[in-house]
């Protein structure tokens, strides 16, 4: 029986340490978050990152703007803040309206402010080995897999999913670290027989309950991304947690898991952004 990797004491515990890191500094590290519409999903993140923001004691705005803002008046809010020295860090919560482009708007963030890391500089960095801004999801995991002194040189990662915002980025982080990085998708052949190599699991795939007993070599450690609603409406990760704890060394749980650590690493981006120049 595998034991859990507690993402929400880890995450308020490096809270607490950035609150006090925060109260020393001679300028308030400044946060906005940009929202459109109404999206439920989005405003309960937006609301978790500004309570976490306003409990570290960083100067935290949450701009919202109406469903049917234009593509040119919303780049026209993210310069205005790429020019405002009070803010080290801008995120425009994601997905935007059908008629604004995505790409055009993250392309306007600057990429020394864009503290969510999905910048192509900032992208382009990360896979050349050069210092920026890294997609907090798995610099989350990152954290996590350090913190549970998990071992990753030479060893075998599998991850699951190749999003930009966490599959792929994730892979470049394994493999700064030495491991041997497998990445799989949806047209992976035989897949349980690729995560069953794995000696660290990393799903990101965005279905319930998916990854089983069968995919995990005994002993893994397996991290879990996925946030999905249960028929029940409960939140409820890609792995089934109960069958595969029985199998793994290490399981993240959902909720409480990677979630709380990806705000935390949002917080300690713009931190450091603010250190710069402090
Ligand atoms: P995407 O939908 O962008 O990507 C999903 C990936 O999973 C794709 O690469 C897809 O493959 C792959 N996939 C889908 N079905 C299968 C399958 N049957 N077998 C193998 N691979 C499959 O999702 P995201 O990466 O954005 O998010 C994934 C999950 O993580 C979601 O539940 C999301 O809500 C959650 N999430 C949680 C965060 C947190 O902070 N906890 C942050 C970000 C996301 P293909 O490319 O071939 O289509």
New binding site residues.
């Given amino acids: 029986m595998g034991k859990i990797i507690d993402g929400r004491a880890l995450a308020d515990k490096m809270q607490l340490g950035m609150a006090a890191e925060v109260a020393e500094m001679s300028i308030k590290p400044g946060l906005v978050v940009i929202i459109v519409g109404e999206n439920p999903a989005s405003q309960t993140y937006v609301r978790n990152k500004e309570l976490t923001a306003k409990k570290i004691g960083l100067h935290s705005v949450v701009e919202r703007l109406p469903e049917e803002v234009s593509e040119a008046e919303l780049i026209e809010v993210v310069s205005n803040y790429n020019q405002n020295d009070l803010f080290h860090g801008i995120l425009v919560q994601l997905p935007l309206p059908g008629h604004i482009d995505e790409e055009k708007v993250l392309l306007a963030i600057t990429p020394e402010k864009d503290v969510d890391g999905f910048h192509p500089i900032n992208v382009g960095k990360l896979f050349s080995g050069q210092a920026g801004l890294i997609p907090?999801?798995p610099y989350?995991i990152m954290k996590m897999l350090e913190a549970y002194d998990v071992e990753l040189e030479g060893k075998e990662a599998v991850v699951?999913?190749?999003?930009?915002?966490?599959?792929k980025p994730m892979a470049q982080l394994l493999l700064d670290k030495n491991a041997t990085v497998t990445i799989?998708?949806?047209?992976?052949i035989d897949?349980p027989a690729v995560t069953r190599r794995a000696d660290v699991l990393v799903v990101?795939?965005?279905?319930g309950h998916?990854i089983r007993a069968e995919h995990i070599k005994p002993g893994a450690v397996v991290i879990d991304?996925?946030?999905?609603r249960s028929a029940e409406g409960k939140l409820i990760g890609?792995v089934a947690f109960d069958e595969v704890i029985e199998v793994a060394s290490l399981v993240t749980p959902?909720p409480k898991?990677?979630?709380p650590?990806?705000?935390t690493m949002l917080m300690e981006q713009t931190i450091a952004n603010a250190r710069k120049i402090q």
């Fill in positions: 907090c999801t989350g699951v999913g190749r999003s930009n915002i966490v599959g799989t998708h949806s047209r992976t897949l990101a795939i965005g279905r998916f991304v996925g946030m999905n890609d959902v898991g990677v979630g650590m990806t705000i």
